[in-house]
């Protein structure tokens, strides 16, 4: 609102009214201002609500590095770093890295934590540890980062590069950017023999193909990162053994040598899309029908092999029925280029064939493949339907 004041002149008479009158449009003009200052206060964000907004609900360091722990003989080594609090509503931290000697500690579990002041400390509080370290009592063992990572500025420059990704910057940034071309793209072979093989970061992000070589001498398991993406694996090993595609404590897909399969995983299980056999082949049946009874040889079927066709041995498979049974048992000769391969076989009585063949028999294209009634035919055998199961 306009802030005017009253001018005094010489010969003024009024100066009391004019003080009083300047008094009050002061007042008023700094109470509107507060009102103003007030009303934007509350109505913004807080240093908190953006750091809560930023980084989440639970304690977290900021950058990979941030707090990172190295080891040397007894002393445990905590870098510089930074740490989201939301305990304490703020940023916690170090400027330089601090050591920590385990001289004279009991064996036992120890957790780090980082204090108001960012300064690291260890003890046998599991609660809000950002690490947990073994302490073997003369020298470390497993030690576990619990905290998850936040982006910081040195993850995001990483981003810029898809030469980073991989050995640098985890899941999160290759799921989210998809900036390594060769995610998509890349094959990998490893060589497998008696032990479990885990694939890094670089090498599951980096490769959609992954080939299995070698004279494999055990079952093993190919064990991937447990985040959601799709692989595509064949198992061209020898050894008569099985590789399961995995995650560490999940479920998987097996394959033995000579098969191949399109797997995802889901971030807990490896779950199979399509499998398939290098050994595996494609059906290819021949049938035929005959209505009446066939007359003494007639043929049945005859049937130019368009395509080299393998029938297996046994005919196993093959089906063959008459819509009127047989009186005695009637055979109808299956034969290869005129010469007898094999027998479709109704029993006296019966409706249903069985089928003889010695070997497996293999037609080339241009063979041809004919059923013929016997030379002196059953009286009642008729109407018969028959296919015979064949692979190419």
Same mark, same amino acid.
């Given at each position: 609102m306009?802030?005017?004041?009253?001018?005094?002149?010489?010969?003024?008479?009024?100066?009391?009214?004019k003080?009083?009158?300047?008094?009050?449009?002061?007042?008023?003009?700094?109470?509107?201002?507060?009102t103003?200052?007030?009303? %934007?206060a509350? /109505?913004?964000?807080?240093?908190?609500?953006?750091?809560?907004?930023?980084?989440?609900?639970?304690?977290?360091v900021?950058?990979?590095?941030?707090?990172a722990l190295?080891?040397?003989?007894?002393?445990?080594?905590?870098?510089?770093?930074?740490?989201?609090?939301?305990m304490e509503?703020?940023?916690?931290?170090?400027?330089?890295?601090?050591?920590?000697?385990?001289?004279?500690?009991?064996?036992?579990?120890?957790?780090?934590?980082? @204090? %108001?002041?960012? #300064? $690291?400390?260890?003890?046998? +509080?599991?609660?809000?540890?950002?690490y947990?370290?073994?302490?073997? &009592?003369?020298?470390?063992?497993?030690?576990?980062?619990?905290?998850?990572?936040?982006?910081?500025?040195?993850?995001?420059?990483?981003?810029?590069?898809?030469? /980073?990704? &991989?050995?640098?910057?985890?899941?999160?940034?290759?799921?989210?950017? #998809?900036?390594?071309?060769?995610?998509?793209?890349?094959?990998?072979?490893?060589t +497998?023999?008696? !032990?479990?093989?885990?694939?890094?970061?670089p #090498?599951a992000?980096?490769?959609?193909?992954?080939?299995?070589?070698?004279a494999?001498?055990?079952?093993?398991?190919?064990?991937?990162?447990?985040?959601?993406?799709?692989?595509?694996?064949?198992?061209?090993?020898? @050894?008569?053994?099985?590789?399961?595609?995995?995650t560490?404590?999940?479920? *998987?897909?097996?394959? %033995?040598?000579?098969?191949?399969?399109?797997?995802?995983?889901?971030?807990?299980?490896?779950?199979?899309v399509?499998?398939?056999?290098?050994?595996?082949?494609?059906p290819?049946?021949?049938? *035929?029908?005959?209505? &009446?009874a066939?007359?003494?040889?007639?043929?049945?079927?005859?049937?130019?092999?368009?395509?080299?066709?393998?029938? $297996?041995?046994?005919?196993t498979?093959s089906?063959?029925v008459?819509?009127? %049974?047989?009186?005695?048992?009637?055979d109808?000769d299956?034969?290869?280029?005129?010469s007898?391969? *094999?027998?479709?076989?109704?029993?006296?009585? *019966?409706?249903?064939?069985?089928?003889?063949?010695?070997?497996?028999?293999?037609?080339?294209?241009?063979? +041809?493949l004919?059923?013929?009634?016997? !030379?002196?035919?059953?009286?009642?055998?008729?109407?018969? &339907?028959?296919?015979?199961?064949?692979?190419?």
């Amino acid at each position: 609102m306009p802030f005017t004041l009253q001018q005094f002149t010489i010969g003024d008479t009024n100066y009391v009214s004019k003080h009083n009158a300047n008094a009050i449009a002061t007042a008023a003009a700094v109470d509107a201002l507060q009102t103003t200052v007030t009303n %934007a206060a509350t /109505a913004g964000i807080n240093t908190q609500s953006v750091l809560l907004a930023l980084f989440g609900g639970s304690q977290s360091v900021i950058g990979e590095d941030s707090y990172a722990l190295s080891t040397a003989s007894a002393i445990l080594t905590v870098n510089a770093g930074y740490l989201w609090s939301p305990m304490e509503q703020t940023v916690l931290y170090k400027a330089a890295a601090t050591n920590i000697d385990f001289t004279g500690f009991a064996a036992d579990t120890y957790y780090l934590h980082i @204090g %108001a002041t960012g #300064e $690291p400390s260890v003890d046998t +509080v599991a609660s809000l540890g950002v690490y947990s370290i073994v302490w073997g &009592g003369s020298s470390f063992g497993v030690i576990t980062r619990l905290a998850p990572v936040a982006w910081g500025y040195s993850t995001f420059d990483a981003a810029k590069t898809s030469a /980073a990704l &991989g050995g640098q910057v985890y899941q999160e940034l290759d799921d989210r950017l #998809e900036a390594s071309e060769g995610a998509t793209v890349g094959v990998l072979v490893k060589t +497998v023999a008696a !032990a479990n093989i885990t694939l890094t970061d670089p #090498e599951a992000m980096e490769n959609a193909v992954i080939i299995l070589s070698g004279a494999q001498s055990a079952n093993i398991d190919l064990i991937v990162p447990d985040y959601e993406k799709p692989y595509t694996i064949i198992n061209s090993c020898t @050894g008569g053994y099985t590789v399961t595609i995995k995650t560490s404590g999940g479920t *998987g897909v097996a394959l %033995a040598n000579s098969e191949g399969a399109v797997v995802v995983c889901d971030a807990t299980n490896v779950l199979l899309v399509v499998k398939n056999s290098a050994a595996a082949v494609d059906p290819y049946d021949v049938g *035929g029908t005959y209505n &009446g009874a066939p007359a003494a040889s007639a043929v049945l079927i005859r049937y130019p092999v368009p395509r080299t066709v393998t029938l $297996p041995s046994g005919l196993t498979g093959s089906q063959g029925v008459a819509g009127t %049974a047989a009186t005695a048992q009637t055979d109808f000769d299956i034969k290869k280029n005129g010469s007898s391969v *094999g027998t479709m076989r109704f029993a006296a009585a *019966g409706t249903t064939a069985t089928f003889i063949m010695a070997s497996e028999t293999v037609f080339s294209a241009g063979d +041809v493949l004919t059923v013929a009634a016997p !030379a002196s035919p059953d009286a009642t055998c008729a109407d018969l &339907g028959f296919a015979l199961k064949g692979t190419r």
